[in-house]
């Protein structure tokens, strides 16, 4: 099983300021098969970023992705406040599939 | 638009039973794998199954291996996740999510439903 560490565990930051969140991995994930999802409070998950760097349908181009192997990273570049949530990573590279921690992104 | 409402969810004792369904619109069910995935009061997403477009293949968390069966009715548009056995390591929301594009569960989920609370409690 692939476990999926993320860093930090709460960012607190400005409007406009650059949020990086970090994931990494205990193996490598292979062909990049590695995803991002925003859960806002009391809401379903929301996909953002799939295969490492590719942006989902509708996500703003202030969410990026990138990395490979064991260590990825999301890179919200100018945060606005309804970034506001739990950022996850997951890998979908074997089963079991697996989530991190998560990061939460508070918006000061 | 594409939506999933899950159904089934509620209050149950340990060692009981609970099946819980999901409801899918919006796009053509059998071209797509499905997935459960689950997350405990407080806590963070986790995997719980998958299983193949077609039904004739699955996969499950170690957790839920051997307690937990997914199936898929794909006449009925509909998912379904039989859990026995059910402790209180089990109770969390419930969401089916479908992946984004392919046959495999192995794959990105795009849309969530809104998910099903189960309690395991006496």
């Known amino acids: 099983e692939i476990v999926l560490t993320q860093s930090p565990g709460t960012l607190s930051l400005s409007p406009g300021e650059r949020a990086t969140l970090s994931c990494k991995a205990s193996?490598?994930?292979?062909?990049?098969?590695f995803a991002w999802y925003q859960q806002k409070t009391g809401q379903a998950p929301r996909l953002l970023i799939y295969g490492a760097s590719r942006r989902a349908t509708d996500i703003p181009d202030r969410f990026s992705g990138s990395g490979s192997g064991t260590d990825f990273t999301l890179t919200i570049s100018r945060l606005e406040p309804e970034d506001s949530a739990v950022y996850y990573c997951q890998h979908y590279d074997s089963t079991p599939l697996t989530f991190g921690g998560g990061t939460k992104v508070e918006i000061k | 638009d594409v939506e999933l409402v899950e159904s089934g969810g509620g209050l149950v004792q340990p060692g009981g039973s609970l099946r819980l369904s999901c409801a899918a619109s919006?796009?053509?069910?059998?071209?797509?794998?499905m997935t459960w995935v689950r997350q405990a009061p407080g806590k963070g997403l986790e995997w719980v199954s998958g299983i193949s477009n077609t039904g004739d293949d699955s996969g499950y968390a170690d957790s839920v291996k051997g307690r937990f069966t997914i199936s898929r009715d794909n006449s009925k548009n509909t998912l379904s996740l039989q859990m026995n056995s059910l402790g209180a390591e089990d109770t969390a929301v419930y969401y089916c999510a479908k992946v984004r594009s392919g046959v495999a569960w192995e794959l990105p989920l795009d849309y969530w439903g809104q998910g099903a609370q189960v309690t395991v409690s006496s």
């Open positions: 193996q490598t994930v292979g062909s990049n098969y």
């Open positions: 919006g796009f053509t069910f059998s071209n797509y794998a």
